[in-house]
């Protein structure tokens, strides 16, 4: 009776890419820094130290600066605003947390309706986004989420979990280089679509909804009625309401989905508001 002969070292040959990712990613996760934001709790991984983040954020800052310098507004009223409430946020800030952050603060004239934090703490603001912030407190409710953002160390976090995304999707593909070409590109598109919706995005959210978070509590420690966050909201929420993409394909939550959590979060706010201070900052 003949012997069939079994190949048996096709299959985890195959394999070796996938394995050695996983591998990389086992190394990577117990050996990553873990941090622990003051203001949630919440432990989590991250893919740069301080040094490297403040480097990035100085380089990025420089650059927008260069190419915005002929619009940059350097001083006025909207200068003088943006200021008067990044410094009241960023000693909010410091009240529960070990930041030493050099806080500095663009304003670029624009009609674009934006603002934001890089790492390390340089802020920069598009004089478009005052018309619907109204008055300090609106300023601080989009200034106080975009320092969050840098407080929580958001940024060195998305860059470990795009790396260890990417490498396993790196190490599928190697265990498929024997695959028909089609079929392999085929499947690298599902399971990219799938990462995208099914973790990259809701990530991203969830970091948004914890900038939210931690800005309406420090916009309340700060001394502005934390009540206000749901009117900027509402604001932004009737100016961005047509055309606006469904949240799960969005990288940020619904306006609508905001407002309910801000309105969640909003007695543990009142509270810092009332303890921090007697009354309103103007």
Same mark, same amino acid.
């Given at each position: 009776?003949?012997?069939?002969?079994?190949?048996?070292?096709?299959?985890?040959?195959?394999?070796?890419?996938?394995?050695? #990712?996983?591998?990389?990613?086992?190394?990577?996760?117990?050996?990553?820094?873990?941090?622990?934001?003051?203001?949630?709790?919440?432990?989590?991984?991250?893919?740069?130290?301080?040094?490297?983040?403040?480097?990035?954020?100085?380089?990025?800052?420089?650059?927008?600066?260069?190419?915005?310098?002929?619009?940059?507004?350097?001083?006025?009223?909207?200068?003088?605003?943006?200021?008067?409430?990044?410094?009241?946020?960023?000693?909010?800030?410091?009240?529960?947390?070990?930041?030493?952050?050099?806080?500095?603060?663009?304003?670029?004239?624009?009609?674009?309706?934006?603002?934001?934090?890089?790492?390390?703490?340089?802020?920069?603001?598009?004089?478009?986004?005052?018309?619907?912030?109204?008055? #300090?407190?609106?300023?601080?409710?989009?200034?106080?989420?975009?320092?969050?953002?840098?407080?929580?160390?958001?940024?060195?976090?998305?860059?470990?979990?795009?790396?260890?995304?990417?490498?396993?999707?790196?190490?599928?593909?190697?265990?498929? #280089?024997?695959?028909?070409?089609?079929?392999?590109?085929?499947?690298?598109?599902?399971?990219? #679509?799938?990462?995208?919706?099914?973790?990259?995005?809701?990530?991203?959210?969830?970091?948004?909804?914890?900038?939210?978070?931690?800005?309406?509590?420090?916009?309340?420690?700060?001394?502005?009625?934390?009540?206000?966050?749901?009117?900027?909201?509402?604001?932004?929420?009737?100016?961005?309401?047509?055309?606006?993409?469904?949240?799960?394909?969005?990288?940020?939550?619904?306006?609508?989905?905001?407002?309910?959590?801000?309105?969640?979060?909003?007695?543990?706010?009142?509270?810092?508001?009332?303890?921090?201070?007697?009354?309103?900052?103007?």
């Amino acid at each position: 009776m003949p012997i069939k002969l079994e190949r048996k070292h096709a299959f985890p040959i195959a394999l070796v890419p996938l394995m050695l #990712a996983v591998g990389f990613i086992l190394f990577k996760l117990f050996t990553a820094s873990k941090v622990t934001n003051p203001e949630t709790g919440r432990t989590h991984r991250i893919g740069l130290n301080p040094e490297q983040e403040q480097k990035l954020g100085l380089e990025a800052y420089a650059q927008v600066r260069h190419d915005e310098a002929s619009k940059l507004v350097q001083s006025g009223s909207e200068v003088e605003l943006v200021k008067l409430v990044t410094a009241k946020l960023a000693k909010a800030a410091a009240r529960k947390g070990d930041i030493h952050y050099d806080w500095e603060v663009s304003v670029i004239r624009s009609a674009e309706v934006n603002a934001f934090c890089l790492p390390g703490g340089k802020i920069v603001v598009y004089t478009g986004i005052l018309p619907v912030t109204q008055h #300090a407190a609106g300023l601080a409710t989009v200034l106080g989420h975009e320092m969050a953002h840098a407080t929580s160390r958001h940024g060195a976090e998305r860059l470990f979990r795009t790396e260890i995304t990417q490498t396993l999707l790196g190490g599928v593909q190697g265990s498929l #280089a024997q695959m028909d070409p089609v079929k392999r590109q085929a499947i690298m598109a599902a399971l990219g #679509a799938g990462t995208k919706y099914g973790n990259t995005l809701p990530f991203s959210r969830e970091q948004e909804s914890e900038a939210d978070h931690i800005g309406l509590l420090y916009m309340a420690r700060a001394g502005y009625d934390p009540q206000e966050a749901v009117a900027f909201w509402q604001r932004m929420d009737a100016q961005r309401r047509k055309g606006s993409t469904p949240e799960y394909l969005s990288d940020h939550p619904s306006h609508s989905t905001r407002i309910g959590q801000i309105e969640k979060w909003m007695p543990e706010a009142q509270k810092e508001f009332v303890q921090y201070n007697h009354a309103p900052a103007a």
